[in-house]
Structure formats: structure tokens, C-alpha cells
């Protein structure tokens, strides 16, 4: 054939081949894992598993493993070939299942009610059946079937001079639904008894199971379904850990969420990329598949680096301690200022975790209408952002105004104001009803009350029979480490404390750690830049603990009071205390 007509033919099957095969079905050769030491014949072989086909019933073909224990006894490492549904090899991976798998958020369909659509043939080096770490990982990625060859050493010399091996036995893996056995792995086998497997049915058959069992756990389809997860760092008591995870699992029931696992790991310092170890990441994401959860909360700060990468590796969505404070505040707040003072914490929140998301948030690229100088999305969503924080740091200095007006004419009618301050879920909105007859919301969940509530009261000297009027007002509850943001966008809120004429500092006597919630709410009053008025402080909930108990928080702090604001006990002694403090504030 001249070379004009070969050049011609060439261009004709080159043109034929991309309208049959567009560029995205093309396969990319890319093999995954350890490819240190290969050499480039080795890394060709590897690139021809992606050319390979299997008929759609078949797990694999004796052919093809015996190809593949070929490769893999000559490279001298397992080699993992990952096939979807239709039979094309997806994924060629040198090394363990771990560290060959695919990521989470790559698989193609990802669910606890079905399986991924993709299966597994794994070489191994020796004849053991799968191990945990094996079975673990197909677990995670939920992969319809794990096809493990068990292979002997060099057994003789191929074309080439190549050393070659064959399949000495099999095994099959695949997931069941039961918590109580996750995974079966079928006795050993030869490959050919292999080859004979029912694919097909096999995975459909267990999809129709995990279907049905998924069906009969969506009971409660509005909550969130969520593991909580800890770490207990070298800095931190068990005592003090157990309170604060304790304090998590109630800030998600308030959220309204259901906490279906609950795990923790002991390390000196959180992992930079990930907060656990690889090893605990892996157990969380297989107990958030086992029981169905749709969110993992942590019980700390984390990075957007850290929330990415825990989501990649764990497959649902990851908050951490202050994401799930903002929510509730968000679901709480009713009043436009709080809604406003609510945007405005989360705004900030999110305006430094912008960064991170790759590609998708950028125009600039190949294309029309992309070239010139342009700028990235990023930068557009992250001056939208600043925008919308602008404004509401001026709607939010409006507020204050407003409110500082009100107390200007609470002043001028010579109305002493008295701030009730404390711990979240202390029993400050249940006290002051109490002791002004109000319906103040009130319910035993954190952070109840968002937006501070100002009422009367009025009390009568017992001595001289003198009525005086002051003020109370109901503010938002203190949490350990309130998140700068909530500080920083509630100080229209937080300034009716600083701007009172005394405190009342209610503690929860009854939760056990009512010392250290004490130590966090003094540190927040310290924090703040105008320092506030005396302060009385005020044991809640007395009638909840022992006599034993209570003479030891009587003997730590004598001058406090101690009441009931459910059962109305101590509440004539706290409103004379009140009047002396409102007498001591005015007169200093």
C-alpha cells in the first residue's frame, strides 16, 4: 500500500475509532499503588489488564487469573484489578486492597442500601485466606464481590525467560447484612469452581437483602442519623473528656439528630490530616456503614483540610463541635435579630473554609469565554461572602443601638437591670419565670433560649414593705469554648451583660460537672471587654442531689444560694439576695 493511502486508512480507523469510543469511555491506563522498582515492560503488562473484557455472569475467567498471577508472581506483589457490572476492568492497582482501593467519594454508587457496583480480584502472595485488613477495606468501599487467588511462588520459567506462577486455591468474599457478620468468605477453591460462579445473581441477590434491611431500619427518616466520634489527647482528665462527649450527644439530640454509635480513640495529639489514626478512621467509617448513619460529628475544632479528608475516607459528611453549635443556634433562633446575628456567626464560619475544592470552583481553564484575565470562582463566592458579612455587622451595630436605647430608657425610669447568666441548660429561662410569673421558653435541651428576654419583677422589702421594680433578663447559655464566631456576632446580645447592674450566675448543681461549668462561664465573663457588675450565684436544681452532695457545694461556696426553680423552693430568700444586690450595684 502506498504511504499516502496507509496515511489515509490510518486517519479514517483513528476518526472511526473516536466516534465509537468518545474520550470519556476511553479507559486511562493509570496503575495505582506501589510501582516503585517496576520496570517499564512490567508497567505495560499491568496497562494491558484495562484492555481485557469478562462476560457479565463470570467473576473472573481462568484466563485472565492466570494472567494475573503471572504478572503478580513476577513483579512480587499482589495486584488488585477492580471490574464493574459490565465486565470492564475500571482500576489496576499494584499492592495491598488498601492501598489500591478507591476512594470513597470516586465510587460510582455508594449506599448502605445497595452495594458499589464493582468487584475485586486480588492476588496473594501465599495461600491464607483473606485477612481483617483485606476484608475490612472491601467492607469500605462496599464492593459487590472480593475474588481472592492465592498463588504459588515461580514455578517455572515462561517465554522470555519470565518468571510465571499459577493460582494454587481460591476464595470468595462478599458482604452479608447482619451487624452481627459483616462479611462471609466462602472455604477454599479451585478456580475453575470459581469461574463457575453466578455473578450476576450473586449481587443482585444480596443487593435485594441489603434493600430490605435498610427499608426496615427507616423508621425515623427526619433525623439525622450520626456517630459521635472523640479523641482524648494527653491534655485533657478522663473525667473532663467524659463530661464534654457527654455534653456532645446532647448538643446532637438538641440538633435533632440520633446518635447511633458512639467512639473515641487515646492518642498524645490529634493527626494533623486526619485527627485519628488510620486504623480508627477505618472503624469509624465500617460502624457508620454497619448502623445506617448519614453524619459523623466530632467533638472538636477541625480544619477544612481535616473535614475533606475524613470525608473522602469515610464516605458521608463530617462536622465538627462548632458546625453543630451554629445548627442548633440556627433552628433556635425565632426573632429576626437572632435569625440575622445566626447568619452572620455562620458566614464567618465558613468564609476561611472556602479554600480546598479543587477545579470545580474555578472559570478559569481551556474554552470559550474561559481565557483572558477572569478570576476564579473562588475569589467570586469569597467576595459575595464578605459582603453579606458587611452588612450584617452594620445590621448588627444597628441592634445594639436599638438596644442600648432601651437600656437608656430603663435607665431614665431608674430601673435596675440584673442579667441571668450561666451554663447552658442551667435553668435561667425556667428561673425566671419562676420568679416573674412569665412564659419565657424553656425546655431541658442546650441552648433552649437564643434570644435574651427582658421582664419585670417586682419585689417588696419584708423590713419596710417597699416595692421596688428591676429588670431581668434572660440571655443566651455559655458552653465550653464558644466558638469565636457566636462571640463575635452575638455581642449585640452579650452587651445586656456587660451593660447590667449585677449578675445572676445559675449553675447547674446536679450535673457532675458543675465546677468546670462554672470555671467556663467566668472565663467567658473575663473575656469580655466591659468587665460586668457583682454577681450573685445561684445553685438550680438542688431538689436532683444528695444531701452528701450538697453539704459539699455548701462548704465550697457559702455565699451562694441554693434553689429549685421547678419546685419553687428558695425563691423568697433569692428574691430578698436580689434586692441587696440590686442595692449594692447602685450604690457602687
Known amino acids: 500500500m502506498p504511504p499516502g493511502e496507509r496515511t489515509e486508512v490510518k486517519a479514517y480507523l483513528y476518526n472511526l475509532n473516536r466516534s465509537l469510543f468518545p474520550k470519556e469511555s476511553v479507559p486511562i491506563e493509570t496503575v495505582y499503588g506501589h510501582l516503585k522498582g517496576l520496570k517499564p515492560s512490567q508497567l505495560k503488562q499491568l496497562q494491558r489488564l484495562y484492555h481485557q473484557r469478562f462476560p457479565g455472569d463470570c467473576i473472573v475467567t481462568p484466563e485472565f487469573a492466570q494472567r494475573l498471577a503471572a504478572i503478580s508472581t513476577e513483579i512480587g506483589n499482589p495486584v488488585c484489578v477492580y471490574v464493574n457490572r459490565r465486565g470492564q476492568v475500571i482500576r489496576v492497582g499494584v499492592g495491598s486492597l488498601r492501598q489500591t482501593q478507591i476512594p470513597l467519594t470516586e465510587l460510582p454508587r455508594y449506599g448502605e442500601e445497595r452495594l458499589c457496583g464493582i468487584r475485586c480480584i486480588a492476588t496473594q502472595l501465599d495461600a491464607e485466606p483473606p485477612g481483617d485488613a483485606m476484608l475490612t477495606t472491601m467492607a469500605l468501599q462496599r464492593l459487590d464481590a472480593l475474588a481472592v487467588l492465592a498463588l504459588t511462588g515461580s514455578g517455572f520459567k515462561g517465554r522470555g525467560g519470565r518468571a510465571s506462577g499459577y493460582v494454587q486455591t481460591t476464595y470468595l468474599a462478599h458482604l452479608v447484612p447482619h451487624p452481627e457478620q459483616r462479611w462471609v468468605v466462602s472455604p477454599a477453591m479451585g478456580l475453575e469452581e470459581l469461574a463457575r460462579q453466578d455473578f450476576l445473581d450473586l449481587a443482585e441477590g444480596l443487593e435485594e437483602e441489603f434493600r430490605r434491611a435498610f427499608t426496615a431500619r427507616q423508621v425515623d427518616t427526619e433525623r439525622d442519623r450520626v456517630v459521635v466520634v472523640g479523641l482524648l489527647t494527653s491534655d485533657q482528665t478522663p473525667d473532663h473528656f467524659r463530661h464534654r462527649f457527654e455534653e456532645l450527644e ?25 485527627v485519628l489514626g488510620a486504623g480508627k478512621v477505618q472503624e469509624v467509617a465500617l460502624a457508620a456503614q454497619t448502623v445506617g448513619a448519614n453524619l459523623v460529628v466530632f467533638d472538636r475544632d477541625l480544619s477544612p483540610v481535616q473535614v475533606r479528608n475524613l470525608e473522602n475516607l469515610i464516605g458521608i459528611r463530617v462536622v465538627d463541635r462548632t458546625e453543630l453549635i451554629l445548627d442548633i443556634f440556627a433552628q433556635r433562633a425565632k426573632t429576626g435579630a437572632g435569625k440575622l446575628q445566626v447568619e452572620l456567626a455562620q458566614l464567618e464560619y465558613q468564609m476561611p473554609r472556602l479554600t ?3 477545579q470545580a470552583m474555578s472559570r478559569l481553564g481551556g474554552g470559550i469565554g474561559t481565557r483572558g484575565p477572569g478570576e476564579t470562582k473562588l475569589e467570586t463566592e469569597r467576595r459575595a461572602i464578605q459582603r453579606r458579612i458587611t452588612k450584617l455587622q452594620q445590621e ?24 441571668v447568666v450561666g451554663y447552658t441548660n442551667a435553668g435561667k429561662s425556667t428561673l425566671v419565670n419562676a420568679l416573674t410569673n412569665s412564659q419565657v421558653y424553656a425546655a431541658d435541651q442546650l441552648f433552649a433560649t437564643l434570644d435574651p428576654t427582658t421582664r419585670r419583677l417586682a419585689i417588696t422589702d419584708p423590713d419596710t414593705h417597699e416595692t421596688t421594680q428591676l429588670v431581668l433578663t434572660d440571655t443566651v447559655g455559655f458552653i465550653e469554648e464558644l466558638p469565636a464566631s457566636l462571640m463575635d456576632a452575638f455581642r449585640a446580645t452579650l452587651e445586656e451583660v456587660t ?20 470555671h467556663w462561664v467566668m472565663r467567658i465573663l473575663n473575656q469580655m471587654p466591659i468587665a460586668p457588675g457583682p454577681m450573685l450565684l445561684v445553685f438550680n436544681k438542688a431538689d436532683r442531689i444528695s444531701s452528701e452532695d450538697l453539704a459539699i457545694a455548701r462548704e465550697e461556696y457559702p455565699q451562694a444560694l441554693f434553689i429549685s426553680a421547678t419546685e419553687r423552693l428558695g425563691l423568697e430568700t433569692l428574691r430578698h439576695r436580689l434586692l441587696q444586690l440590686v442595692d449594692y450595684a447602685v450604690t457602687v
Open 250 to 274: 446532647r448538643l446532637v439530640d438538641s440538633a435533632g439528630g440520633e446518635v447511633l454509635e458512639t467512639m473515641y480513640q487515646k492518642r498524645p495529639r490529634p493527626h494533623p490530616q486526619t
Open 356 to 358: 480546598g475544592r479543587g
Open 396 to 419: 448588627v451595630n444597628q441592634l445594639q443601638a436599638h438596644r442600648a436605647r432601651l437600656r437608656h430608657r430603663r435607665q431614665d425610669d431608674n430601673l435596675p437591670s440584673v442579667a
Open 499 to 518: 451593660e447590667a447592674d449585677a449578675l445572676l450566675h445559675v449553675v447547674d448543681v446536679s450535673h457532675p460537672a458543675w465546677q468546670d461549668q462554672i
